[in-house]
């Protein structure tokens, strides 16, 4: 919602530009339908074509008029990642935001029984991914008046358990490679302070109906369903750069 609360466009994303990479999952989904209702152009991203086009399609149909795109790209790829970052800022004028939904999640029952296998996987998910779309859509973004990198993250980064060892660290990976590159736009910014903005939205977990219908007595006690997450997404463009910059912003209790 916007700042009165109805839920109608949102000012400051009308017109603007945001890809999503990891825009076929769940919270993707959520994510593209509102970006589009707040007026924006959305590019969407993922590694599941099929997936994806779907996202995309649903978007558009819930929002007519809206251009909402998408296409697969190999995030692994930093070569790749920047010719979807240039083909973007050349058809659509600018970018004004990457939101970066790539998930994953590998864990073991005890800290002795973690799989460096699980390392390796969520190395390349969590991990490379960020470095991926935060060196091909800096300059981008730093190029907009309005230009916002996000990092969705969970608490257990802050707070690792002994089953989730490499899980928590690539999360912390991800977060220090997020914060470092709000440091980089606070320096680009000077004395005037930083007019884009890097941020972390932290979750426990995220929970959508899917995953309700198929546990019906589940709590999902602390999950953030995927719409108030999306919804929070939004809000980051609601508030001043130097206010959001290199900050966590935390939709779960913080540890």
């Not at 099929?50 to 190999?74: F, K, S």
Request: charged share 25%; glycine share 12%; aromatic share 6%.
């Amino acid at each position: 919602m916007n700042g009165n609360g109805t839920g109608e466009g949102t000012g400051a994303l009308e017109g603007a530009v945001v890809a999503v990479a990891g825009a076929a999952g769940p919270a993707g989904r959520a994510t593209l339908l509102r970006l589009a209702e707040a007026g924006a152009t959305v590019v969407g991203c993922d590694a599941h074509p099929e997936r994806l086009a779907e996202a995309v399609d649903a978007a558009r149909y819930a929002h007519g008029g809206a251009t909402v795109t998408g296409e697969t790209v190999d995030l692994l790829d930093l070569d790749a990642t920047r010719d979807w970052a240039k083909r973007t800022e050349a058809e659509f004028g600018r970018v004004d935001g990457l939101v970066h939904l790539v998930g994953g999640w590998r864990g073991s029952p005890t800290f002795q029984e973690t799989a460096l296998s699980d390392w390796d996987a969520l190395e390349k998910l969590l991990i490379r991914t960020v470095q991926s779309t935060s060196l091909a859509f800096q300059e981008a973004l730093e190029r907009s008046d309005r230009g916002r990198f996000l990092l969705i993250s969970a608490a257990g980064a802050s707070k690792p358990t002994a089953g989730n060892a490499a899980y928590s660290a690539a999360k912390a990976a991800a977060e220090a490679w997020t914060l470092a590159l709000g440091d980089a736009f606070r320096k680009a910014g000077g004395e005037a302070g930083p007019r884009t903005a890097s941020a972390i939205l932290v979750v426990k977990a995220l929970v959508n109906d899917a995953m309700r219908a198929e546990r019906p007595n589940a709590k999902f006690a602390g999950f953030t369903d995927v719409t108030d997450l999306a919804e929070a997404i939004a809000g980051v463009w609601d508030r001043p750069a130097p206010e959001v910059n290199g900050r966590r912003l935390w939709l779960t209790p913080q540890p």
